[in-house]
């Protein structure tokens, strides 16, 4: 949901409202820098991260990436061209939606294996191409259906006068879809068989929501706020605790988050040097423990923002290239534009 350019702390109004982005330009959050410098990689693991694959076509702004285990096929979503590309080592980069899909600007994205689809996040914004001013801050759910690639659903955000931009979700097991709100507080929920995006939480914790990240019992969600850090939901209750609050270490500015063995995978994208770290929990899982950076200003993560964990690796979106694009969507002058890039992980 990198949803502006690099000098976000100006142009930051899908993450922010515009009240907070004064405050957030001015916070400056405390560094531990002994619970981070021995946590640090050593020099000659510092760039761990490789290169997947890139796709050729440039210009996309690309901010998310699933996978589907059965075909062995990666998802990746553009904002600027509004549309899903599928890649897989046999085939390469093709096309998966159609114009006709009438698709916003396409954010993150997530793979129901058990029900054969891809769900994605569309959002209208000014980096989407032809977006107009009036359709600027609706948002919807969409669902296809992985074999045929035909759109089967399209579930709008409710309109009431308010910006929204849904820019993250995650799916359980029994098919329930959880979708984070960058622009207004709020957690969306759809339940199998609904027929309509319904608001499930909102809180005073809750600034500019990024990534989110079921445990493996299901029973809480982990939600990333760009400004305050690491949230977690307990379901039953809805209550909501601050997990970074705590913490000295900086936990502001993550984008992606992925739970994965008793730890939360942070893709970290507010200000350089990029990171991908690990957030260690403890045995309850509503407390961190450590956090180790895994990925540290890798040369070709450029502006990281959302990926997806695939057996024991991180694939992420290296260069999602949002600075190619000004505040009102027009190319930016001189702008050397790079193919999208994917660098893989190892997490153990």
């Not at 359709?135 to 309109?159: C, E, I, W």
């Not at 977690?232 to 900086?250: E, G, I």
């Not at 540290?296 to 260069?319: F, M, R, W």
Request: charged content about 20%; some cysteine; hydrophobic content about 35%.
């Amino acid at each position: 949901m990198n949803t502006f350019l690099r000098s976000r702390f100006a142009a930051f109004t899908a993450r922010f409202p515009t009240s907070y982005c004064l405050v957030f330009a001015a916070l400056q959050v405390g560094f531990s820098s002994m619970n981070y410098a021995q946590s640090q990689p050593s020099d000659a693991n510092a760039h761990r991260s490789k290169v997947a694959f890139q796709l050729p076509e440039t210009g996309l702004i690309t901010e998310g990436i699933a996978y589907d285990s059965q075909t062995e096929t990666f998802y990746i979503s553009s904002v600027h061209e509004r549309k899903l590309i599928s890649y897989s080592v046999k085939k390469g980069a093709t096309d998966f939606s159609q114009p006709v899909d009438s698709l916003w600007g396409m954010f993150g994205l997530k793979v129901d294996p058990a029900r054969r689809l891809l769900w994605g996040c569309s959002s209208a914004l000014a980096q989407a191409k032809g977006i107009t001013a009036t359709s600027d801050g609706h948002t919807a759910l969409v669902a296809y259906d992985l074999k045929t690639r035909q759109l089967l659903h399209n579930y709008p955000v409710p309109d009431d006068g308010k910006p929204h931009l849904l820019g993250d979700l995650t799916v359980s097991r029994s098919g329930t879809v959880y979708a984070t709100d960058s622009r207004s507080p709020w957690i969306y929920r759809l339940d199998v068989g609904a027929k309509t995006v319904t608001p499930f939480l909102t809180d005073t914790l809750f600034r500019s929501l990024q990534g989110l990240a079921l445990s493996d019992d299901e029973k809480t969600l982990y939600v990333a706020d760009y400004r305050r850090g690491l949230l977690s939901v307990t379901l039953s209750t809805k209550r909501v605790t601050c997990l970074s609050c705590a913490q000295t270490a900086d936990l502001s500015g993550i984008d992606g988050l992925y739970y994965y063995q008793n730890s939360l995978i942070a893709i970290q994208n507010r200000k350089k040097p990029y990171k991908v770290i690990r957030v260690y929990l403890d045995k309850t899982t509503s407390a961190i423990e450590r956090v180790e950076p895994l990925d540290v200003d890798h040369p070709l993560s450029t502006e990281p923002t959302l990926g997806v964990v695939v057996g024991k690796q991180l694939y992420y979106i290296a260069n999602s290239q949002w600075e190619a694009f000004d505040d009102a969507g027009k190319p930016v002058p001189n702008f050397s534009a790079a193919k999208p890039t994917i660098l893989v992980l190892p997490l153990n």
